[in-house]
């Protein structure tokens, strides 16, 4: 399919939708998969989860992007896996036949902002939403969010008020951006740290299906 290494939970039927969950720092393809049957429990989506294309000596697992401030990727690595995390959604949607609009981008920390990136980015097709857990937008040379084109991607916000890896500030300052324009969004803080709150799943589920209705909803 493309040079990005992937695992995927296929629909129990015809799929519904697609839903994509990136990993975070560190980690790789299998860390959110087992999400799949949580976010989706009857399974009518096809869930996919890709493997960030980088390594980087000292540090285990995979990523997207080198880190040299918190909130500010570093530009030459953040556009190579930009480019071939958009090449890899646009060889899902051929694959699967399913289009953006059947498509949520979602992530956890360094996945949320790969998510962002690619449902934001300039020229990308807009996604039908973007799922953001613990995350934030970036801000980095080459890039730019455009929402003029986005009023029809819904987006869910989550993250910890004492999360001590990447500040609540940074999804205050998502909501704020987000809140102007004309998208559909829903801002969720919890005590939890830099993790996927328990108590959050339940809100994302019924977000995920608002956001890829059944057909027969519609």
Request: glycine fraction near 10%; charged fraction near 20%; aromatic fraction near 8%.
């Amino acid at each position: 399919m493309s040079d990005i290494i992937f695992v995927e939970r296929h629909a129990a039927g015809p799929a519904e939708g697609l839903l994509v969950l990136h990993h975070g720092r560190g980690s790789n393809e299998q860390d959110l998969i087992g999400l799949a049957d949580v976010f989706d429990p009857t399974q009518r989506l096809h869930v996919v989860s890709p493997r960030a294309p980088l390594t980087l000596e000292g540090w285990q697992g995979h990523h997207w992007y080198m880190v040299p401030r918190v909130g500010h990727p570093d530009p030459a690595s953040f556009s190579a896996s930009y480019g071939a995390l958009s090449r890899f959604h646009e060889t899902l949607w051929e694959s699967t036949g399913l289009s953006p609009q059947q498509t949520i981008l979602g992530g956890f920390s360094m996945g949320t902002v790969m998510s962002y990136a690619t449902g934001l980015g300039a020229g990308r097709p807009a996604p039908a939403g973007i799922l953001a857990i613990s995350g934030f937008i970036p801000t980095v040379e080459g890039w730019q969010p455009e929402f003029a084109t986005r009023a029809d991607t819904k987006v869910f916000i989550a993250h910890g008020s004492p999360d001590p890896v990447i500040s609540d500030d940074f999804a205050r300052k998502a909501n704020e951006l987000i809140g102007q324009t004309e998208m559909d969004l829903e801002y969720h803080e919890s005590e939890a740290g830099h993790n996927i709150d328990p108590r959050q799943v339940p809100l994302m589920v019924d977000w995920i299906n608002r956001t890829l209705p059944h057909p027969s909803s519609d």
